[in-house]
C-alpha cells in the first residue's frame, strides 16, 4: 500500500462510519415515524425505537469496521484420517 | 484478641529466647565435663592412631621395598627416618653385585665363541698356509709334520685361549692373520733349520765316520794282507831251502814285507782310531739328535745308527781278522825267533868250536878239516844228547807244560771268548736295540698313519664345518659389506646430489633472483597499469555514488525521490566486486522503482500523523469498542505532553507510553535521527502502530536507502583512498 493510506484509512473508516450511522438512524427514524404514524397512533417508542435501531446498527457496524483488522476468523479445517 | 495474640506470641518467643540461651549452656556444660575426658580420650586414640599408622608403615617398608620407594618418593623426610629406622635401601646391594656377574659372565662367553673360531681360523688359515706351502725341502713327513705341527699349534693355542680366557681384562682382538701366518712360517722354518741342520750334521758325521770306517777297514785290510804275506813270507823263508842269492832276496822281500806290514799296522791303527774318533762322533751326534726329539728326524738317527752299528760291526770284524792274523803272525814270529835263535845258538856253538869257520857253514863242506869235524860231530852228539835230555824232561814235563798250555789257551780262549761274547753281545745287543727302534719307528709310523686317517677325518669333519661356518660368515660379511657399501654408496650420492643441488640451487637462486627481478619490474609496471585502472574505476563508482546520493537527494516536499534505478544501474555498472555489487543489489525495489522520500517530507507528515496516534492510543486488540475509541480521544483531547522531549538511552517500561514515545520521535526528527525516530515510533502498539505503519516502512524505506547508499559512497572513498599512492 502506499504512503498515506493507513492515516487515510482512519479518516475514511470514520467518515464511512458516521455516513453510515446517519443514514441509519435518518432511516429507522423514518421507518419509526411510519411506523407510528400509520400503526402506533403516533406514539414516541416507535420513532425512538426505530432512531435507537438505526443508530444501533450504525454504531455496531462503525465498530465492527474499526474492529475489523483485529477479527479473527476462524475455519474449520477437516482433516482426512 | 489481638493483644492477646500479641502477648502470647511475646511469650512464646520469651521462653524460646529463654530456652534457647539455657540450652547451650547446660549442653556445654555437659559437653565440658565430657569434653575434659573425652579430649584427653580423643587425644590418646589420636597418639594411638599415629603411632600406629607410622609404625605399620615402617614394618611394611622393611617387608616391600616398592612401598618403601614409593613412600620415600611422596614423604619428604620419610628416607631419612626410613634410613634411620631400617637401614639403607637393600637394592643397591644387589644390583652391582648381578650387573657383576653379567659383566663377568659375557666376557667368557664371548671368549669362547671368539677364541673357537680364532683358533679355527688359525687352523684354517695354516691349512692354507701349509696348503699354498711354503717351500719345505723335506717332502716325505709334511703331512704328519702339519699335523703335528698343528697338535702343537693346538697346544699353544689352547694355552693362548685359556691364557686370553683368564685375562679377561684384556680386550680380546684376533691376532691378525698375517701375523699368525708369519709366525706359522717362521716356527716352520725354524723347524726346517733344525731339521736340516740335524740331518746336515748327521749326514756330515755319517759321511765321515763312513770314510773314515772305509778307510779303516781299508787300511785294516791292507793291514791284514800285509800281516799276511809276510807270515807266509816268513814261513816260507823259515821252511824253504832256497840258493842263498834267493834267499838274500827272499831277506829282503821280508824285511820289504815287515816293514810294509808295521807301515801297513800303523796306519790301519791311525785310522782305525781316527775311524773310531769318526763313530764316537757320530755317536755323539746320534745322541745330540735324540736329545732335540725332533720326531722327523728319527728315522735319520735310525739309519744313521744303523750305519753306525754296521761300521762298528764291520770294523769290530776286520779287526778281530786283522788280530787274528796278527796273532798268527806273532806265532810265527815268535817260531822264526825260535829257529833264529836255535840257529844263533848253533851258530855260536859252531863258530866257538870252529871260530874260523864263517856263518854260512853249509856251502864250507869242502874246507872242514877232520878234528873240525869231530870236533862238530862231538859237539853234535852232545847236542844230541843235550836235546835227547831236553826231549825226555820235555816229555815228562809234557803233560804239565800241555796242562799249563792248556790252562793259558783256556784262559787266553776265555779271555778271547770273552771279548768275543762281549762284542758279539754288544752287537747282538745293538742289533736287537736297532730292531726295536726299527720296529718303534715302523708302530709308530703305523700309528702315525693311522692317526693321520683319524685326523684327516676330523680334519675333514672340521673343514666341512669350517666351510658351512665360513659360508654363513661369508655371507653375513657380504651382507655386512654390502650394507656398508650401500650405505657408503648412498652417502656418496647423496652428497653428490646435495653438491648438484647446490650448484643447481645457486644457479636457481641467481636466475631466480633476475627473474624475480624482472618480473617485479613487470609487476611494478602492472600494479601500476591496475592501480591506474583501480583508481579510475574507484572514481567511477564514487561519481556514480555521487550520482545516487544526489538522486536521493531530488525528491521533493512530498513526493519521492526519482526512481533509483538509473543511478543503481550506474553503480552496479562501476562495480567491480561483490561488496559492492551486493550493496548495490540491496537497494530496495521501492526504491529503485518509485524513488524513496525525503526526511522533510517524512518529518512533515509525522506531525500529521502524531495527532492521530494520539487520538487512537489507547485501542488495540483488546480495546477496540468505539466507546474505547471515545475514551482515547478524550484521552487525547485532556492529556498534555511535551511537544519534543529528548528520549533516554534505555527507554525503561515507563516509557513505552505512546505519548511519550511521539514526543520522544518528533525530538528524534527534530534533530534529524530519522533512526532513532523510526525505532521509538516502533515500539507503539495497538491501533497507534497501524496508523503509523506506513509511515514507519517509508521511514525504513528511506532509511535503508540511504544506509546502502553511505555505505557505497565509504566504500567508493575508500577505494578511492587505497588506490591513491601515499607519497
Not at chain 2, 580420650?41 to 618403601?68: E, H, M, N, Q
Not at chain 2, 660368515?473 to 653438491?499: F, G
Amino acid at each position: 500500500m502506499t504512503s498515506e493510506n493507513m492515516a487515510d484509512e482512519y479518516g475514511r473508516k470514520w467518515d464511512r462510519c458516521l455516513a453510515d450511522t446517519a443514514v441509519k438512524t435518518a432511516t429507522g427514524l423514518g421507518v419509526g415515524i411510519v411506523l407510528s404514524v400509520l400503526l402506533f397512533k403516533r406514539r414516541m417508542w416507535p420513532v425512538s425505537f426505530g432512531s435507537g435501531l438505526g443508530l444501533g446498527m450504525g454504531y455496531s457496524n462503525c465498530q465492527h469496521d474499526f474492529r475489523s483488522p483485529y477479527l479473527i476468523h476462524g475455519h474449520t479445517v477437516k482433516v482426512n484420517a | 484478641m489481638l493483644g492477646v495474640c500479641l502477648r502470647g506470641a511475646h511469650a512464646t518467643v520469651r521462653k524460646n529466647c529463654v530456652r534457647s540461651p539455657l540450652t547451650p549452656l547446660q549442653s556445654y556444660r555437659c559437653y565440658s565435663t565430657s569434653r575434659s575426658s573425652g579430649a584427653s580420650r580423643v587425644v590418646a586414640l589420636g597418639l594411638v592412631t599415629v603411632g600406629g599408622g607410622v609404625g605399620g608403615t615402617l614394618l611394611y617398608s622393611k617387608w616391600d621395598p616398592k612401598f618403601r620407594a614409593a613412600v620415600e618418593k611422596n614423604v619428604p623426610y620419610s628416607d631419612w627416618l626410613l634410613g634411620l629406622a631400617l637401614g639403607p635401601a637393600p637394592e643397591d646391594a644387589r644390583l652391582p653385585v648381578r650387573k657383576q656377574v653379567e659383566l663377568n659372565q659375557p666376557p667368557s662367553m664371548l671368549d669362547k665363541p671368539k677364541t673357537d673360531p680364532k683358533a679355527k681360523s688359525q687352523k684354517s688359515v695354516k691349512e692354507a698356509a701349509e696348503a699354498s706351502g711354503p717351500e719345505s725341502s723335506l717332502v716325505p713327513p709334511p703331512p704328519a709334520q702339519s699335523i703335528q705341527d698343528e697338535c702343537k699349534e693346538c697346544h699353544k693355542h689352547a694355552d693362548v685361549s685359556e691364557t686370553a680366557a683368564v685375562a679377561s681384562a684384556e680386550p680380546l682382538k684376533e691376532r691378525p692373520v698375517d701375523e699368525v701366518t708369519a709366525r706359522l712360517v717362521q716356527q716352520d722354518q725354524e723347524e726346517e733349520k733344525l731339521l736340516a741342520s740335524l740331518s746336515s750334521r748327521l749326514e756330515d758325521s755319517l759321511a765321515s765316520s763312513a770314510k773314515a770306517t772305509l778307510q779303516a777297514i781299508g787300511a785294516q785290510e791292507v793291514a791284514l794282507q800285509a800281516v799276511t804275506q809276510h807270515t807266509r813270507k816268513l814261513k816260507d823263508a823259515m821252511e824253504a831251502e832256497a840258493p842263498s842269492d834267493e834267499k838274500s832276496t827272499q831277506w829282503k822281500e821280508l824285511e820289504a814285507a815287515l816293514a810294509e806290514r808295521t807301515a801297513a799296522v800303523k796306519d790301519a791303527t791311525t785310522t782305525l782310531s781316527k775311524a773310531n774318533e769318526a763313530l764316537e762322533g757320530l755317536k755323539s751326534v746320534i745322541n745330540q739328535a735324540k736329545g732335540q726329539k725332533v720326531a722327523a728326524a728319527r728315522p735319520l738317527i735310525l739309519a744313521a745308527e744303523e750305519n753306525l752299528h754296521q761300521m762298528v760291526v764291520d770294523l769290530d770284524k776286520v779287526v778281530s781278522k786283522v788280530r787274528s792274523a796278527e796273532s798268527e803272525a806273532k806265532v810265527v814270529s815268535q817260531y822264526t825267533e825260535l829257529v833264529n835263535e836255535a840257529k844263533q845258538q848253533f851258530q855260536r856253538e859252531v863258530s866257538s868250536l870252529t871260530p874260523e869257520i864263517q856263518a854260512n857253514w853249509k856251502g864250507l863242506t869242502g874246507k872242514l878239516s877232520v878234528d873240525d869235524l869231530n870236533a862238530l860231530i862231538a859237539h853234535a852228539h852232545r847236542r844230541i844228547d843235550q836235546l835227547n835230555r831236553e826231549l825226555a824232561e820235555q816229555r815228562v814235563r809234557e803233560q804239565i807244560h800241555i796242562e799249563a798250555a792248556l790252562e793259558q789257551q783256556k784262559v787266553e780262549d776265555h779271555k778271547v771268548l770273552d771279548a768275543a761274547v762281549t762284542t758279539a753281545m754288544g752287537h747282538v745287543k745293538e742289533e736287537a736295540r736297532l730292531n726295536l727302534e726299527q720296529k718303534l719307528a715302523e708302530l709308530r709310523e703305523v700309528m702315525e698313519a693311522e692317526m693321520r686317517t683319524q685326523l684327516r677325518r676330523q680334519a675333514a669333519a672340521h673343514t666341512d664345518h669350517v666351510r658351512d661356518v665360513l659360508k654363513v660368515q661369508e655371507q653375513e660379511l657380504r651382507a655386512e659389506a654390502e650394507q656398508v657399501l650401500n650405505s657408503k654408496i648412498l652417502d656418496q650420492e647423496t652428497r653428490y646430489r646435495q653438491l648438484t643441488q647446490e650448484q643447481l640451487d645457486n644457479f636457481t637462486l641467481d636466475m631466480n633472483a633476475a627473474y624475480a627481478r624482472l618480473k617485479g619490474i613487470e609487476e611494478a609496471i602492472d600494479s601500476h597499469a591496475v592501480a591506474e585502472e583501480t583508481a579510475r574505476e574507484a572514481h567511477q563508482l564514487w561519481l556514480s555514488v555521487e550520482a545516487l546520493s544526489y538522486a536521493l537527494k531530488s525528491a521533493g516536499a512530498d513526493s519521492p525521490s526519482m526512481p533509483l534505478e538509473d543511478a543503481a544501474e550506474a553503480v552496479r555498472a562501476s562495480c567491480h566486486d561483490d561488496f559492492c555489487s551486493a550493496l548495490a543489489s540491496a537497494l530496495p525495489q521501492e526504491s529503485l522503482q518509485r524513488g524513496v522520500y525525503s526526511e522533510a517530507s517524512l518529518r512533515a507528515r509525522f506531525n500529521a500523523l502524531r495527532s492521530l496516534a494520539r487520538r487512537v492510543a489507547l485501542i488495540d486488540e483488546s480495546r477496540n469498542s468505539l466507546y474505547q475509541y471515545f475514551l482515547s480521544y478524550l484521552q487525547a483531547a485532556l492529556l498534555f505532553e511535551d511537544q519534543q522531549e529528548a528520549p533516554p538511552s534505555q527507554l525503561s517500561g515507563a516509557d513505552l507510553d505512546p505519548f511519550k514515545l511521539l514526543s520522544y520521535a518528533s525530538y528524534c526528527l527534530e534533530h534529524g535521527d530519522l533512526e532513532l525516530a523510526a525505532k521509538l515510533v516502533n515500539q507503539l502498539r495497538g491501533e497507534a502502530r497501524r496508523v503509523v505503519e506506513d509511515w514507519l516502512t517509508e521511514a525504513r524505506l528511506t532509511l535503508e536507502t540511504r544506509q546502502v547508499v553511505s555505505l557505497l559512497s565509504a566504500y567508493a572513498n575508500a577505494a578511492g583512498l587505497g588506490t591513491t599512492q601515499a607519497p
